[in-house]
Structure formats: structure tokens, C-alpha cells
């Protein structure tokens, strides 16, 4: 795992000192909250519905043990005993006090942490794949290029007051499970013919009320260029992205409007018309940079445990485990698995601090001290021996956090919605529970497949909707929760956006609607090997449109 | 029309409400019930010194209404804003005998 040298932590102690004299002083009155609203949120402070809200970034997803226990600690000492895993890989605390939040960014410092731009019109905390570091199918570890893309967008004196948040992700394998191309930029780690490393360039992808999917603008970037070529980008959108509109002043709406072939030339123009030889990351920084990444030392195994398939052999739950929430590691023996957050009628993403701290005892125990959170609200244990998960798993149950969905229709993301949300428009978390529910997971969820549900509770798509292969957006219309339903989006590697079914749902019949639209999907498909995806981009719209308001009672119309 | 006027507390940023003698009250109850336009104007004005004091921010007026001899808020967002989350009544002014009485059912079950 990385580590702050003298510089970060100097950096980041002098923040929580700052940030405390400047809470101190909006307290004494000489601060406005005018004043004082863009220092807080550049610290990841909002307030919400019910009291504020705190945005601790996890860079890349990655956190240690000592890390994870911190967090429950602060939840317990100034929250309430829980916390909120999102899609950014960030964790949200719902009702810290203005008078504790610098106590809580010193803490956070004392292992490493912070909440810098994890909110305001900056480079947002940037987002890796989760299985980073793990994955077996994996080219090049993504999280060295994110943290040197961290370390230099920090209070970057050129991009700290951008149109708009500008967010990136990083994605290290041939499938892409950090979403890039929804991301202002995306990037994928590839290899050329002669295996040098580079990336696959996306920009202008994004969700939001404006959905869009990144174009790609370079297919091979070398690595060294990593920082000019981003530099050239953010130069290009600072310049010449919208300032009179919040609403189209994300990248998406320059490159929509100017084109992705423009965009290019002007990057491209950019990038070739200034000395960028500061920019040009000098291969012993990298390679600096990446032995913070080294794949700790893992004792050789064998390929198949006994132990594990004598378990599996009798054990139909450890077995429906292994098979949704466990992964192929790259190291013979070694497995990732994924501890959902997606109880049966749980709240998505929520972890209470005894949960915290039993998944940080499990990291030291079984997974060389590391963890991951997803963007799709789970945590990861990457690094776990084959022989230690019928250990791992008795332990994730007694704290019930082995419930084996990952990847399946109750895996939902969904946002805090207006139970939590100052801008949200609908209810989310119910709604999700409902469905959790609903489809359980049980045979019925197995024999479903994979299936991606997200539900957003406004247009802000902070639950990624429009990339669900099932998307609900809630509205609210003359003072009643809606929902609407979007079918066929993907956040993978074939990223596309969703398309509305048609007229909305009420609260009341939306479970109904999500029933009917598997039903009719489990009527279409070839066969158990054609997920839902697959099935609905080769029938189209027309079976599911038909089966929601033709056939249905639980149609609204 | 009846309306009431909301705000959080700087320090902590916990959802209040304007009493009858223009302080500030967390449980909803307490609430002073504003018959029109003209005692809502008053009542924001008395909420703009507090704010210009740095003891709340972002004052604003709810429209409420009287449900089974009760007040509460209109707008589902304020019914939630003086609750608390309808997925966790553990939490907020609904733990505390703080939020508004509300004899019907919630809009979606909570199991």
C-alpha cells in the first residue's frame, strides 16, 4: 500500500490545521457561510437533510486494516455507529457536528486519510478498479497511475476552480469494473505490441441529467505521458468549458458540442504546443511509486484446496458463496472475495462500525492487511489463501456480512436518496430493500444470473442508473415518489445508457415493474447462459415495453 | 395556508425549528404554526438576524398541514427533514419523540 512520505503527511496535517481555523472562525461569525460553504466542501463537508455530511475519500478503494478501524472508531465516537460506502469508493458519515469535523480530518490524518476534494470543483478523488492489485486477468496494476494522478491534482493551482467536478477513474484489467467510460476521464492500462505499458483514453463520458458515453481520443498513450496528456485535457476544458451554465459545464457538454474529433485535434494541439518535459513522469518515479503496490508476499499454494471443496461438497450456502462472491486471484491458490453490503433488505452500503471493525480484523488475519471498496458498495478482500475461506466465511456470516449476491439481481447500488439527500427527489434505499426482498438470495436470484439493478433518487445519477442494466430514477410528481425505469445500460467495457421504458411507476408498483421485467427477460432469454444484458440488446425494448403496459396490472396506466 | 420555519444549527447542523418566541426548538412539536404570508415574512426576518448571528444557516419556510388533527409537513423531503430517515427510526427525531405525529400509514412500508 502506498505510503505518505514527509511531504503528504506535512500536507495534509497543515489541511486539517487550516481547516480548523477556518471552522473556528465561521463559528466566531468572522466567516459568512457564504464564505465558508467552498472551504467545507472542499474538505468533503456538506450539509443535508438532516444534519451534515462528511466525504472521507479511500483513494483507489484501497484501505488497510488500521485504516478500516479508524473509520469505526470515528463512527462511533462522533457518528452514530455506522457509516455509507458509495460509488465514488468514498465513505460518507451522516450526522457529523461542524465543531468535531477538524477532530475527525486529524484522526483521519493520524492513518493516512483525508477528505480533500472529495467534493467542489476540482479533480475528485480518483477511482480504480476494485479488484486492483488482485485480479487474475489483470495487465498492470491501475492504482500507482491513480495515485500519481492524486498526488499531482492536490490542490492543483490551475484546476481548483474548474466549470465543474471532474472526476477519473483508472482501470487496470480487460474488463472494466471501474466504469471509465462514464467518467470525465477514463483510463484504461494497456500493453502495445512490445508489451510497453500505456492507456486507452476516454473523455467526456458522465451520468447526471445529461447521460454520455466517453469517446475514445487515443487509443495508446505512453505511460511516461500519464500527467501531460491529462494536463492537456483539463487545459482545453478549463479554457473552454461552460461557466454561465452549472448544467453544461461538464466536460461531456464541450466534447458533445464541439465533437469528439475537435476535441481530439484541440487536446492533441495542446498537448504537442507546450513543453511538457516537467510533466514527463521519469520512469524511476514510477517505478517508485509502483513498489508501494507490490503484490504483498504470498506463501505458494496449490491450485485447488481440499479443505474448500470438502466444504463445498456439503455446504449449499459456502457453495452459493464460492460461486457469486468469490473471484480468480493472480496468484495460484489465492482468491478475492467480495463481502456484500446488500443484506437481504439491508440498506445498500451501509456498515455498521462492528462490521467495520470485523472485516478489518479479517484483512489482518486472511488478506495481508488490505482491502478494497467497490463502486458497487461492497468491500473486497483481495488477497485471500483458497485454505482460509471456509474460515473467513464463518466469520463473515457471524457478523452477517456473507450474504452470497455479488453480481446478482439484490446486489443493487442505490443513492442515499431523500432519506438522506438535500438534492434527491425521490426515496431510494426503500425501494432497494423492497426489491432485496423481492428476489432474495436464494435459487430464484441464482437462476436469474447476473444482473445489475442501480437506483438513482434524482437526476444527479449519483446510483449510477443509467448504466444499470436495470436503472430506476426517482422523481417526485405533483408531491408523489415516481420511478422510472431505464433498461439495457452497462458500465463495463461495453458501457452504453439506458433507455426509459416508458411512463413511471408509483412507489407502490414499481417492485411489481422490476418483477415483470425479469419475468418477461427469463421468458426471452436462449437460455440460462444469456444474461440479462445479452438478451435485452439482442430483443430490444419492445417484449419488455409490451409486458409493462400492455399486459401488466402493475402498469400506472 | 400554514407554514413553519425550519433551519439547521451551525455547530452541529441538526434540523431546528422556530419557536413561538423566536428561539430555536429540535422537536417539531414545538413548532410555532404561522396562519399566513405575513406571519411567515415576520418570523424569516426574525431568522435572518439569527442566521446573521452565525447560530443557524440556510433558514426557510415548510408548508404544513393538519393530518388527523396533527401538523406536519406538506412535502414528503420536510416530512423526512423533521423525522428522520424512514428506513432507520432508530435515528433522528423519530428516535427522540422529536418528529412530527403521524397517524397514517408511511408512503412505503418499512417492514
Same mark, same amino acid.
Given at each position: ?36 460553504? =467552498? ?34 472508531? +470515528? ?45 467542489? #470543483? ?99 498513450? =505512453? ?14 476544458? #478549463? ?33 504537442? /504546443?507546450? #513543453? ?6 521519469? /520512469? ?18 496449490? =491450485? ?8 463445498? /461438497? ?21 482468491? +478475492? ?6 443484506? +437481504? ?32 458498495? #461492497? ?9 482460509? $475461506? ?5 466469520? $463473515? ?55 445489475? +439493478? ?48 416508458? =411512463? ?8 411489481? /415493474? ?44 | ?111
Amino acid at each position: 500500500m502506498y505510503r505518505y512520505d514527509e511531504f503528504d503527511a506535512a500536507f495534509v496535517a497543515a489541511r486539517v490545521a487550516q481547516f480548523r481555523d477556518q471552522v473556528a472562525r465561521r463559528v466566531s461569525g468572522e466567516l459568512t457561510e457564504e464564505q465558508f460553504r =467552498p472551504h467545507r466542501l472542499m474538505n468533503g463537508l456538506y450539509l443535508q437533510l438532516h444534519a451534515y455530511m462528511l466525504r472521507i475519500a479511500a483513494p483507489y478503494g484501497t484501505l488497510s486494516s488500521r485504516q478500516m478501524r479508524k473509520l469505526a472508531d +470515528i463512527a462511533r465516537k462522533y457518528d452514530r455507529g455506522y457509516g455509507h460506502f458509495t460509488t465514488r469508493q468514498n465513505l460518507q458519515f451522516n450526522w457529523p457536528a461542524l465543531k468535531d469535523v477538524p477532530d475527525i480530518l486529524a484522526e483521519l490524518a493520524s492513518v493516512e486519510m483525508h477528505a480533500i476534494q472529495t467534493s467542489g #470543483n476540482c479533480i475528485r478523488n480518483v477511482t480504480a478498479d476494485h479488484f486492483a492489485g488482485a485480479a487474475a486477468d489483470e495487465i498492470v496494476d491501475p492504482r500507482p497511475y491513480a495515485e500519481i494522478v492524486r498526488q499531482w491534482s492536490s490542490l492543483h493551482p490551475e484546476f481548483s476552480f474548474l466549470p465543474r467536478k471532474f472526476k477519473i477513474a483508472v482501470n487496470g484489467g480487460p474488463r472494466d469494473r471501474a466504469v471509465i467510460q462514464a467518467h470525465d476521464i477514463g483510463l484504461q492500462v494497456v500493453r502495445d505490441e512490445r508489451g510497453e505499458i500505456g492507456f486507452t483514453v476516454y473523455v467526456g463520458g458522465g451520468l447526471g441529467r445529461t447521460p454520455m458515453i466517453g469517446h475514445k481520443i487515443r487509443d495508446f498513450l =505512453p505511460e511516461a505521458d500519464l500527467l501531460a496528456y491529462i494536463d492537456a485535457i483539463l487545459r482545453v476544458y #478549463n479554457l473552454e468549458g461552460r461557466r454561465d451554465n452549472k448544467f453544461k459545464a461538464r466536460i461531456k457538454i464541450l466534447v458533445h458540442e464541439k465533437g469528439a474529433a475537435a476535441m481530439r485535434e484541440a487536446v492533441e494541439a495542446e498537448f504537442a /504546443a507546450h #513543453n511538457r518535459q516537467g510533466l514527463t513522469l521519469p /520512469a524511476e518515479e514510477i517505478a517508485r511509486i509502483n513498489a508501494y503496490f507490490a503484490l504483498p508476499p504470498l506463501e505458494p499454494k496449490k =491450485p485447488v484446496s481440499d479443505r474448500v471443496e470438502r466444504r463445498r /461438497a456439503k455446504d449449499k450456502k459456502f457453495s452459493n458463496f464460492l460461486r457469486c462472491n468469490v473471484a480468480p486471484h493472480k496468484a495460484p491458490g489465492y482468491a +478475492i472475495v467480495t463481502i456484500s453490503l446488500k443484506p +437481504i433488505g439491508g440498506v445498500p452500503g451501509d456498515a455498521s462500525a462492528d462490521q467495520m471493525d470485523a472485516v478489518a480484523d479479517l484483512a489482518e488475519d486472511y488478506s495481508s492487511d488490505e482491502l478494497r471498496v467497490s463502486h458497487e458498495q #461492497n468491500l473486497v478482500l483481495p488477497h485471500v489463501a483458497l485454505d482460509d $475461506l471456509p474460515a473467513v466465511y464463518d466469520r $463473515l456470516a457471524s457478523v452477517g456480512l456473507a450474504t452470497p449476491n455479488a453480481g446478482l439481481v439484490t446486489d443493487i447500488i442505490a443513492c442515499p436518496g431523500l432519506d438522506y439527500c438535500a438534492l434527491a427527489t425521490a426515496r431510494s434505499i426503500p425501494i432497494a430493500q423492497r426489491l432485496s426482498e423481492h428476489f432474495g438470495d436464494g435459487a430464484r436470484a441464482r437462476e436469474i444470473g447476473p444482473l445489475k +439493478i442501480k437506483i438513482s433518487g434524482c437526476i444527479n445519477a449519483c446510483g449510477h442508473h443509467h448504466v444499470g442494466h436495470i436503472g430506476i430514477l426517482g422523481l417526485e410528481r405533483a408531491g408523489e415518489e415516481t420511478y422510472q425505469i431505464t433498461l439495457g445500460g452497462s458500465g463495463d467495457e461495453t458501457a452504453s445508457i439506458g433507455q426509459i421504458t416508458g =411512463p413511471g411507476f408509483s412507489s407502490e408498483n414499481v417492485v411489481d /415493474a422490476i418483477e415483470t421485467v425479469v419475468a418477461t427477460y427469463m421468458g426471452q432469454r436462449r437460455d440460462a447462459s444469456e444474461d440479462f444484458l445479452s438478451t435485452y440488446r439482442r430483443v430490444g425494448m419492445a417484449p419488455f415495453k409490451e409486458a409493462l403496459y400492455e399486459r401488466s396490472a402493475g402498469s400506472d396506466i | 395556508m400554514s407554514e413553519i420555519v425550519t433551519a439547521n444549527r451551525l455547530i452541529d447542523g441538526i434540523v431546528l425549528f422556530q419557536d413561538s418566541a423566536g428561539g430555536w426548538v429540535e422537536d417539531f412539536a414545538r413548532a410555532a404554526i404561522l396562519p399566513d404570508a405575513a406571519a411567515t415574512q415576520a418570523a424569516l426576518a426574525l431568522a435572518k438576524q439569527d442566521e446573521a448571528r452565525d447560530l443557524i444557516v440556510e433558514p426557510y419556510a415548510v408548508v404544513v398541514e393538519l393530518r388527523n388533527g396533527h401538523f406536519a409537513p406538506k412535502a414528503l423531503r420536510e416530512l423526512i427533514r423533521a423525522s428522520g430517515p424512514t428506513i432507520r427510526p432508530d435515528l433522528g427525531k423519530q428516535a427522540q419523540g422529536q418528529a412530527p405525529a403521524l397517524l397514517e400509514k408511511p408512503h412505503v412500508s418499512l417492514r
